[in-house]
């Protein structure tokens, strides 16, 4: 198997001299022979030789010059009745082009031929019907060559098209889920590392506390750390099983039910917070996921830039009317933070609302604190029946659980 790849690479490299080889010496032995057959060397025959050796030896540049070697030959058939050379001509011609060009170098072979014919025997009948099928049959193969070998030339640049789009998707689809996995990993523990070390900060500052004070810190930082390993964890896990294709298993998905549970980690950690909601219980679980991102983020730079700021927390809302976040932070007393910023907080976020269609505002208050303030939609539910190619998401699943 590998001498038969080898003999096919080397065929590769050099079939198109060996085909000039074996074409010319095709159209060198027909041109001995014919000009042989007369039985004896007169000058006609020494022309007949020495015009088919001239169109025989042409042909080596028959394709770089397939117009003027097809011309020259076509002058050979004129002259000296020389058919081979100009049937390889024109079929090279045909592979390499087919436009007014060999329609007009056929039309001349095929009067050069039946001039010739006439000219030699007067058998004009003959030669008119003869005549397209010797000139045609080597223009109509050289003809379907060209045309297939443009077919698998244009098959080849659409495969090669195909895959370079394909790795470019593939690219972006690598870019994406590496942006989507770093968002993730920074909204699951950019904020309880941040807590962590709101509570670390309390200890640094305060540093004749009772054993009880620290105990008690050192007991939440122990369960904030304990958490965060656990969230990282089920990140890793994921990426290790490569079983997240939306990334909505990347980790529990929050709900907005979830947003007390958040709140009382920051007030546990020192920050007073304010905290006033009003939502049904039915809030759609993709919405009560980007509210309680959308809050943890805000106190998760609470926690890093304006640490022991008071902040007020508001959300509202109903179906049909939307949704409304609104954090605000006073004027912090301190001053510097305690974690370096990765410049992705907000950036992420505003990407997270954008994508639900939200509007997102974030800015200094005039008393010198900080508000971010989000708008999501929430369409109302629709009543009545339902059409069956309109049917929710939840319907589908309640239906489901039924069967």
Avoid: C
Wanted: hydrophobic share 45%; charged share 20%; aromatic share 6%.
């Amino acid at each position: 198997m590998r001498r038969l790849r080898r003999w096919y690479a080397w065929w590769v490299r050099h079939a198109p001299r060996v085909r000039d080889i074996l074409f010319i010496g095709f159209s060198l032995m027909t041109i001995v022979l014919q000009a042989a057959s007369g039985g004896g060397w007169t000058i006609q025959d020494w022309y007949v030789l020495g015009a088919g050796v001239v169109a025989s030896f042409a042909l080596l540049w028959r394709r770089r010059f397939p117009v003027t070697v097809t011309a020259v030959t076509v002058l050979a058939m004129l002259t000296a009745a020389i058919f081979v050379p100009m049937g390889l001509a024109l079929l090279t011609l045909a592979i390499r082009r087919r436009d007014l060009a060999l329609a007009i170098l056929g039309l001349a072979a095929y009067a050069a031929y039946v001039l010739n014919t006439w000219g030699g025997e007067g058998q004009l009948l003959v030669a008119l019907f003869t005549g397209p099928f010797l000139v045609g049959t080597w223009i109509a193969v050289g003809a379907y060559v060209g045309a297939r070998r443009d077919l698998m030339a244009s098959l080849r640049d659409r495969a090669e098209r195909a895959e370079a789009e394909r790795e470019l998707r593939s690219e972006q689809a690598r870019l994406g889920e590496r942006s989507r996995i770093a968002q993730e990993m920074h909204d699951v523990l950019a904020h309880k590392v941040s807590l962590i070390a709101l509570h670390a900060g309390g200890l640094e500052v305060n540093p004749t506390v009772g054993a009880d004070k620290v105990e008690g810190s050192a007991k939440l930082i122990r369960e904030t750390a304990r958490q965060a390993m656990e969230d990282l964890r089920e990140v890793l896990g994921v990426l290790r099983s490569d079983l997240s294709i939306d990334g909505a298993d990347l980790t529990p998905v929050p709900k907005a039910s979830d947003l007390e549970r958040l709140i009382t980690a920051s007030r546990d950690a020192g920050v007073t917070v304010g905290y006033d909601v009003a939502l049904p219980d039915d809030v759609p679980s993709s919405l009560g996921r980007t509210v309680y991102r959308v809050v943890q983020e805000s106190l998760t730079n609470v926690h890093k830039h304006a640490r022991g700021a008071a902040t007020d927390v508001r959300v509202q809302g109903a179906p049909g009317d939307g949704l409304t976040v609104r954090v605000t932070n006073v004027r912090p007393v301190a001053a510097g933070s305690l974690l370096p910023g990765a410049g992705a907080g907000l950036v992420g976020l505003r990407e997270r609302v954008q994508l639900v269609g939200g509007r997102i505002s974030t800015g200094p208050t005039p008393e010198g604190g900080w508000r971010v303030e989000v708008w999501l939609p929430w369409a109302r539910e629709p009543s009545g029946p339902q059409l069956p190619g309109l049917t929710s998401v939840e319907a589908l699943h309640a239906e489901e659980g039924e069967r």
